[in-house]
């Protein structure tokens, strides 16, 4: 996760903004970390993170841009820039 003061999502076990990280079932939770993706795939029945990549549970991304509409802080709270 980088020190920057915007982030595009939210980590959903942690509830800290990131820019960069696990995203599950194509957006319905986040991960910022290993930590916290492997939290999720046992939450989701996954034993593995592997496990779960191979059903295609989750890809790692890195997100470039921001809401269009806002930005969450380091802090996971949405700013509303609208």
Do not use: I, P, Q
């Not at 920057?4 to 800290?16: L, M």
């Amino acid at each position: 996760m980088t020190n920057n003061k915007k982030f595009a999502r939210k980590c959903s076990v942690t509830g800290k903004g990131m820019n960069e990280g696990y995203c599950w079932f194509d957006g319905e939770e986040y991960a910022a970390d290993e930590n916290s993706a492997l939290k999720l795939a046992k939450e989701y029945g996954y034993e593995t993170l592997k496990e779960a990549w191979a059903d295609d549970a989750y890809y790692w991304t890195e997100w470039e841009e921001l809401y269009h509409d806002g930005y969450y802080t380091k802090d996971g709270e949405w700013v509303d820039t609208e």
